[in-house]
């Protein structure tokens, strides 16, 4: 388009090994009049670009990202007043201004949410597609080369490598999860299975969030695609909700905590975090393999960042900030604005149920149910108590004992109360001393 260019590899002479330093010499070597700069997707530079303003005698204009269909302003003004913060809503008036799966004003298929129907537990035997794999070019060759001379103790396995890094392929990616995998998406989202990190999931918040799809365009693809009548409602809508809904939600949940969401801990957490979340050592099996595919992918699906790490790190009591670490270093999506609030809000509950009515907070029945883990686990999803019982159980109990005060009142949590409240006094004495005995396990890495 006729841009001129200055382009600063990590490892040029000179480079100042910082954003902020980087932009200070470009203003230096440039001089420029203006500078136009999308609006950041993080408190951080946000701070930054306000010290700009007092630091080079230029312009500084800030342009709408168009990564996000609703504006930071939108989100704030829906917000305005509410007592209650519920995704569902948004979703809904999102629905409207986008006319996604609308028809005459109201919802296609006659409700807004088809989420019942996209619980199913896995199947004996999954047809999964292949995934198109996208051969490095030089540009990413050199990179992949200068990240294994760095970053020598690095987390991630960095090959192979097979993400997409032009708009081109990433739009392949995406014509590809549309024909092959979306008509299952929503049956199986919540399944998990052991070898198949993929499922029928999309793998596009990389690309979206990296600005190489349109959120929009995603989501009326997959629109045509059911309109066509190649895709169920389920399956769609479902899609379209976590574009349209989840992610713009979770968005405007951050500006509107930042900054200072971080240091949310509502149950006072403080364990540390245990090692093998970066090792995947331990005996249970649900954990090796979500961290085994996050190191070999970056990548593991929502339930199980959710439901398996997000829920250990619930019921143990591990310090969010720890957790919010590790989540932010550990996926090729994570980029804080979105990061932050999903590990913070929704699997950690640490800021007291603003972005969840209730605690994602599962024992092994849960996993056992969703997955085949359990199958081939040390451990016995069955017991409470106990050397082998999951220690999934015991914490579970535990978890909802020790914060008797801050979720009794939750009505959403009141079954799981009264379930507590049938154990006599003898059993809660066995769950805690296993609790405890979990716990100084975790501690000791011998769990
Ligand atoms: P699909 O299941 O195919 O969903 C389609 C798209 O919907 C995704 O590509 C994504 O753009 C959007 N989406 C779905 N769920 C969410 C959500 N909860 N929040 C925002 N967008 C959503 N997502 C990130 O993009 N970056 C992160 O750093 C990140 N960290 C997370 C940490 C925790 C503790 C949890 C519980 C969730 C996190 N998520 C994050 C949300 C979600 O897990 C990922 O967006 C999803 O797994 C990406 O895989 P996919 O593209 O195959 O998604």
Known sequence: DGWNVRYVRLDDEGNAGTFGEE???????????????????????????????????????????????????EFADWAEGRKELRMENFYREMRKATGLLMEDGKPVGGQWNFDRDNRKPPKNRHDIPDRPRFEPDEITVNVIKMVEDRFPDR???????????TKGDAEKALDHFISECLPMFGDYQDAMVTGEAFLYHSLLSTYINAGFLDPLKTCQAAEATYVKGN?????????????????????????????GYEDENFFDAKEDLPDFYWT?????????EVVRQTREYAYSHHIQRLMITGNFALLAGIDPKQVHEWYLAVYADAYEWVEMPNTIGMALFADGGLLASKPYSASANYINKMSDFCGNCSYAHN?????????????????????????????????????????????????????????????????
Request: hydrophobic share 40%; with cysteine; net charge positive.
């Open 155 to 165: 987390f991630g396995q960095i090959e192979p490598f097979n993400f997409a890094v």
């Open 280 to 288: 995947g050592e331990t005996k249970m099996r649900c954990i090796s």
């Open 383 to 447: 017991q409470k108590t106990g050397d082998r019982a999951c220690p999934f159980n015991s914490l579970f109990w535990d978890f909802l004992d020790r914060n008797r005060d801050k979720l009794a009142n939750n009505h959403r949590m009141g079954m799981m109360y009264r379930n507590l409240d049938r154990k006599d006094d003898k059993e809660l004495a066995k769950l805690r001393e296993r609790a405890e005995n979990v716990l100084e396990k975790m501690r000791s890495g011998a769990l």
């Open 231 to 259: 895709a169920p409602i389920n399956a769609v809508e479902g899609f379209i909700r976590q574009i349209i809904g989840w992610r713009e939600f979770i968005r405007g949940i951050y500006w509107m905590k930042m900054p």
């Open 23 to 73: 932009v200070r010499r470009a203003v230096k070597d440039i001089r420029p009049d203006r500078i136009l700069v999308t609006e950041p997707g993080e408190w951080r530079v946000e701070e930054m670009i306000r010290d700009w303003r007092e630091r080079f005698d230029c312009e500084i204009k800030l342009l709408r990202d168009r990564r996000f269909l609703s504006t930071r302003q």
